[in-house]
C-alpha cells in the first residue's frame, strides 16, 4: 500500500521552529518530485515549498522564503520541511505529497501530484 505519513506539527509560539517529516511506505521516493502544502480553516490549499527527485532544485512560496527549508534524504524515504521563524498565519494543516514528475517548477499547483499523506497540524500561537 503505497502511503505517505506527515509527522512533527505541533503547537508553537510565534518565532519558534518546527520540522515536519513526511515518510512513504509502499514505494520509494527517489524518482519522485515532493512537495508541502499548506490549508487553514476556510482557506484554498496552497502550495508552500517543492523538491526534485534529486534534490538539485528548490521552490518556494514568497510567504515562506528565507524562513522554511525542504529537504530529503532519499535512502530514509523522507522528506522535511524545517519551519522557522513560524508566524501565527502559518498556522494550518500541512501535507505532503509525491509526483512522478522529476521537477516541478511551480509551488502553486497541485495537478502533478499523485499521492498525499494525511495532514499534520500546525499551530502558531502566544
Known amino acids: 500500500q503505497l502511503q505517505l505519513v506527515e509527522s512533527g506539527g505541533g503547537l508553537v509560539q510565534p518565532g519558534g521552529s518546527l520540522r515536519l517529516s513526511c515518510a512513504a511506505s509502499?514505494?520509494?521516493?527517489?524518482?519522485?518530485?515532493m512537495g508541502w502544502f499548506r490549508q487553514a480553516p476556510g482557506k484554498e490549499r496552497e502550495g508552500v515549498s517543492n523538491?526534485?527527485?534529486?534534490?538539485?532544485?528548490?521552490n518556494y512560496a514568497d510567504s515562506v522564503k528565507g524562513r522554511f527549508t525542504i529537504s530529503r534524504d532519499n535512502a530514509r524515504n523522507t522528506v522535511y520541511l524545517q519551519m522557522n521563524s513560524l508566524k501565527p498565519e502559518d498556522t494550518a494543516v500541512y501535507y505532503c505529497?509525491?509526483?512522478?514528475?522529476?521537477?516541478?517548477?511551480?509551488?502553486?499547483?497541485?495537478?502533478?501530484?499523485?499521492?498525499w499523506g494525511q495532514g499534520t497540524q500546525v499551530t502558531v500561537s502566544s
Open positions: 505529497a509525491a509526483s512522478r514528475w522529476a521537477n516541478i517548477a511551480d509551488v502553486t499547483t497541485i495537478l502533478p501530484y499523485d499521492y
Open positions: 509502499g514505494f520509494t521516493l527517489d524518482s519522485y518530485a
Open positions: 523538491i526534485s527527485s534529486d534534490g538539485g532544485s528548490t
